[in-house]
T-cell receptor
Framework: ETGVTQSPTHLIKTRGQQVTLRCSSQ?????VSWYQQALGQGPQFIFQ???????GRGNFPPRFSGLQFPNYSSELNVNALELDDSALYLC????????????FGPGTRLLVL | AQTVTQSQPEMSVQEAETVTLSCTYD???????LFWYKQPPSRQMILVIR??????QNATENRFSVNFQKAAKSFSLKISDSQLGDAAMYFC???????????FGKGITLSVRP
């Protein structure tokens, strides 16, 4: 059974640029959630995708957008990067939403200069 | 809105001893789910234990157990026979069950002394 994978592991961008982060869900999982974790803080929910549709969104601006593909992998896109976007971005997958255990990937560390 | 509070930023335990990590939460829901996740320096969030609020029995997983007090909205994690590999940041998290939006606490850094 393959776990959740994310790419890239690290990324450096400059303010104003755009970035795409990728996530492959665990085998058999159809739900993917994205979280942003600032240094020394707990993760904050960005949004969730279930069967290719957005199924809930946290308090993040529209420049944070996402996609889920038919194989349930997912992308997180961030436009017009700001310095405060520097964080660890975590992807988690689950077999359903609503109380099911979420399994996390290793994360992508984004640094915005 | 639901909130999760972990008031202890750091704790330390001697190897082989027992330690309890505290967590409180605020919600108006009656059915929900609670989790403890471990995040070692490698950054990957690992599930430690899961509790369903409608179950009165406290969840246990080997050396890890919880003390779930629904009325007090308290969800503490007990680690028995602490091992060096238990050193990590531990997060308490809440899920309403409506979707899989996890609300996390700020975490607690656990160190284990040999």
């Amino acid at each position: 059974e393959t776990g959740v994978t994310q790419s890239p592991t690290h990324l450096i961008k400059t303010r104003g640029q755009q970035v795409t982060l990728r996530c492959s869900s665990q085998s058999g999982h159809n739900t993917v959630s994205w979280y942003q974790q600032a240094l020394g803080q707990g993760p904050q929910f960005i949004f969730q995708y279930y069967r290719e549709e957005e199924n809930g969104r946290g308090n993040f601006p529209p420049r944070f957008s996402g996609l889920q593909f038919p194989n349930y992998s997912s992308e997180l896109n961030v436009n017009a990067l700001e310095l405060d976007d520097s964080a660890l971005y975590l992807c988690a997958s689950s077999s359903l939403f609503g109380g099911e255990t979420q399994y996390f990937g290793p994360g992508t560390r984004l640094l915005v200069l | 809105a639901q909130t999760v509070t972990q008031s202890q930023p750091e704790m330390s335990v001697q190897e082989a001893e027992t330690v309890t990590l505290s967590c409180t939460y605020d919600t108006s829901e009656s059915d929900y789910y609670l989790f403890w996740y471990k995040q070692p320096p490698s950054r990957q969030m690992i599930l430690v234990i899961r509790q369903e609020a409608y179950k009165q029995q406290n969840a246990t997983e080997n050396r890890f157990s919880v003390n779930f007090q629904k009325a007090a909205k308290s969800f503490s994690l007990k680690i028995s026979d602490s091992q060096l590999g238990d050193a990590a940041m531990y997060f308490c998290a809440y899920d309403t069950g409506a979707n899989s939006k996890l609300t996390f606490g700020k975490g607690i850094t656990l160190s284990v002394r040999p």
